[in-house]
């Protein structure tokens, strides 16, 4: 029963850094219909940004935190104002492949300013440090505030998009853009306000990863995990998005631990083409059909 | 003038003296090339050859049936691991094991295109990114495969004649790749190219004027693999040595970048797109050396960034070109080609 | 018509546009000679790419000392971002260029080194120093390749052997790192416990990209450890020893040549490293040796300013030591590909800040006719990141 529960808490805990980048994801894709290949590497600057002004320039936690978030939302909106919405005709893939691109430049430039060494990321919270929660179940404190966070992020992104007017708006930008625009609403404006968001989120997500590992490669895994538990809850429900993200930390942690370890990094995908099979929008996807 | 009479004239080869023309000092050009330039640059051309390849069979899945895939890095795999090992293990000779391997890969597209019939977009995405991931390390839990370690090449022997240098493989790669392109045209411009089409345009609509979708959705997938597998057993000759982390997810990002910004839907796109992804790919890391601005950028690195990272310039080169790209032409070569033709035909006016 | 004039325009530029290609020569000038490498500077595997920029540091400082022999070195190295098909497009452009090289050093990485050894052995150009302590440069032996890096396996024994003998462990676990590099490790491990008479407890294979270390503790927890041999890559082994501390594990943990940069690895572990055994295959950065003091010395003229001072930099000079010891002892006029192997054959029990190096004659059954040393010697690490010096040299069968 120990074993069940500390391989449940790994799982849960894996779950909760996949979750804010799968939100992340899916907030971007929920109004702009835009898989976001750069949305790992938006949070790494961030992450650099606040290592740099930690490390070289020695501002406070708190400085530096709330201009990190600034920049966060900056860069999230300058993505979308300068070049996303400047795209000729823009298609599916070819702005998929226009986010590959701007990963490759983030990437690039991170790695030109910081080089490849691997980097001590100072934060107020050691990740190696650890609570007791059950008798031999050990957690550690970063992962506390990682759950905590997914959540928090999950409640206050749920209130927004039901209660508050924004929120309300980039529900009908998603639904029926043209509608939206003839309702007085300015589409351009929503879109740069959801890549603000989207970028924050990321950025929150790369903040919670980088005190434990810190290194130009360090969102590769995450993305592809959150985009998988994205895809798992399907790809337009914010609330499916953080369920896909725990189903895979649980099976990963489970599959990983009881059945075979090798295959532990890419069982996740496996269950998701086996589920895509039943549900092919799914677990919370709805299959609108198309009309023709 | 330029009117169409006839229905021959529609699926000729060579529709006019102009393109055939072409075509010949095109061949001129390409049996030439290896005696005017030096290995190295053979070994980019075959390089390219190969990416060509590539770019057609994922082309005929991505631009002109409308399935996304993540995950022929997948295909590409199995295509130079099938060849590999069928030569040196079953002792199959090349010619039978290459076409044997690229079978074997279709029958994979085959496999994959069946959960993929109901999936479209980041579905399909993630489903096909699943497959490719997983095969990798399928082959290397494999010991007759290498393992992780690899597999070197066996001998190549087409007859009497062993290939062995870059400058044969040319010569093998070139003729190759020429007869996949006419066939790949030829396909897209016959019914079965018309029902991909089709069904890129409105899956419903083409089902309701009796396309069969779920046999032409397979179709298109074994297709392409069938094409990418038989790439990737030529691959490994050129690579002489192949091992599963090589086929990774970036690979399979590059082949599917290589189509849309070559020009979806367009064999003329898939061709320069494989062609200019693989030369940036091969070449890029000499950009420090260019004059001037290699000089002018390591200054820069000097002031403002690191000068042991100076090399990721690389990578921001190649992401600007990507992005410049599909801001300003969402057709892609093949569009700034057209618009290119389209200024001329129509000069001074 | 016009259509016509365009095109014809068009193809001769075309044609003219191409170079013409050069002769083959064998790399050496009156006064030049030209070595090459590679290192990845871009990639997931960019911090070894500091091997290839610390070589460039040692061939700077022989240049300013007058060179070898009347010769200054023109060090070649390219990016090839740890892919095996950009490293043989980069060999191949230096090699077919206008001069082409006379030797290739150092060189990162297994799967790149082993798509372009066929290609220079077939061209005899030799090869000497590869960064990666593969067991297929000399299985079989070939002859223009010299290795002076240990296997991965013999250092896997020193560690195990250093384990059960010293620190009386019984319960030994491997983490390894699912490829050949990792295999290495796992077997020797599993070869020197066997002749303990014992076995691993556990063995792990880890997938370089995994980042949650958590069924890994967990399983290590069960199995009730007391010790374990990491033989993954850097960021990896970080993790893996923090997440042990966040569940309460707490074995003693062992590590290979490529986690043994004591000072980032206590840095980039919040001080978890303290305490870890590795082993090590030259000298620390630390160290006052004199040859080291004289390294230090180029390191702060030719390195530019972000260069750390760390032990992949200095194994870049540590990999082109025998190449360079080799080519002194070539007088100026005798210098060929085939004196430089001769010559290196002759080298016996050189030292310089690697372990005691020598080669044989060439012999296809003899691995050790190429393989020019397999001792290593084991070093903890203590607080912000010194290291203790726990054996000598050590060689084992």
Known sequence: MTDFLLVLASGITAGSSYALMGLAMVIIYKTSGVVNFAQGEMGLISAYITFMMLDYYGFGYLATFFWAFVFALFLGALMEFAILRRAKDPSVLGLMIITIGLEMILLGLVSWKFGADPKDMPFPISPFESIELVENIYISVLEVLTIGVATAVMLILFLFFRFSKLGVAMKAVQQNPMAAKLMGISTNRVLMITWSISSFVGALAALLIAPANMGPFMMWDPLLKGFAAAVMGGMTSLGGAVVGAYIVGIIENFFGTFISIEFKSVVAFSIIVIMLCVKPSGLFGRHYVKKV | ?349 | MKKLVLNCLFSITLMLGLSFSAYAGDGITDKEIHIGSWGPQTGPAAPWGTISRGSDAYFKMINKKGGINGRQIVFHHFDDGYNPARTKAGVKQLQEGETPMFAFVGGVGTSPGLAVVDYLMDAKVPWIGPATASEHWVNPPKKYLFTNYAPYYKEAMVLTKYAVETMKKKRIAVVYQNDDYGKGGLKGVRMQLEKNGMKPVLELPMEVKDTDMKPYIFKLKKADVDAVVLWISVGQAVRTIGTAKAMQLSPQFFGTSTVSDFPLMFKISKGLWKGVITASFNEPPESTSPLMMEYKEAFKQFASKDERWGTFFIAGFMFAEPLVEALKRIPHDELTRERLVLELEGLKNFQGIGAVTSYKKFDVKDPRSRQGTNAVYLTECLDNGANKKLTDWIELD
């Open chain 2, 1 to 349: 003038m330029d009117m169409k009479r006839d229905y021959y004239e529609d699926i000729e080869l060579f529709p006019g003296w102009v393109e055939k023309f072409w075509f010949f000092l095109l061949l001129v050009f390409l049996g030439a090339f290896p005696f005017i330039s030096n290995n190295y640059l053979i070994y980019v051309a075959n390089f390219m050859a190969i990416n060509i390849i590539v770019a057609l069979g994922l082309n005929i899945l991505v631009g002109y049936t409308g399935q996304i895939s993540l995950g022929h890095a997948g295909f590409f795999a199995i295509g130079a691991f099938a060849t590999f090992t069928l030569m040196q293990k079953a002792s199959f000779p090349f010619l039978l094991a290459l076409p044997a391997a690229a079978l074997i890969s279709a029958i994979f597209g085959f496999l994959i295109a069946l959960p993929a019939l109901r999936l479209e977009g980041p579905y399909l995405a993630i489903a096909t990114l699943g497959f490719g991931l997983t095969i990798t390390q399928v082959i290397g839990m494999i010991d007759l495969f290498g393992g992780r370690t690899g597999l070197h090449a066996p001998e190549l022997l087409i007859g009497p004649w062993e290939l062995k240098t870059d400058l044969d493989l040319y010569f093998l790669l070139v003729p190759l790749t020429i007869g996949l392109i006419i066939i790949a045209r030829n396909l897209t411009r016959t019914r079965v190219g018309r029902a991909f089409i089709a069904i890129r345009d409105a899956e419903i609509a083409a089902e309701t004027m009796g396309v069969n979708l779920i046999f032409y959705k397979t179709l298109a997938f074994a297709i392409s693999a069938f094409y990418t597998g038989l790439a990737g057993g030529l691959y490994a000759f050129v690579l002489r040595f192949i091992e599963p982390e090589i086929f990774g997810l970036y690979m399979s990002i590059v082949f599917l970048t290589m189509v849309v910004v070559g020009g979806l839907g367009s064999i003329f796109g898939s061709i320069a797109g494989a062609m200019l992804l693989s030369w940036l790919d091969l070449e890029l890391r000499n950009i420090l050396d260019i004059p001037y601005l290699g000089n002018w950028l390591k200054d820069l690195s000097r002031e403002y960034f690191s000068i042991t990272g100076v090399s990721n310039i690389q990578y921001i080169v190649f992401g600007g070109i990507l992005v410049l790209i599909m801001l300003f032409e969402p057709h892609g070569i093949y569009g700034f080609w057209i618009r290119t033709k389209k200024y001329w035909k129509t000069w001074p006016f």
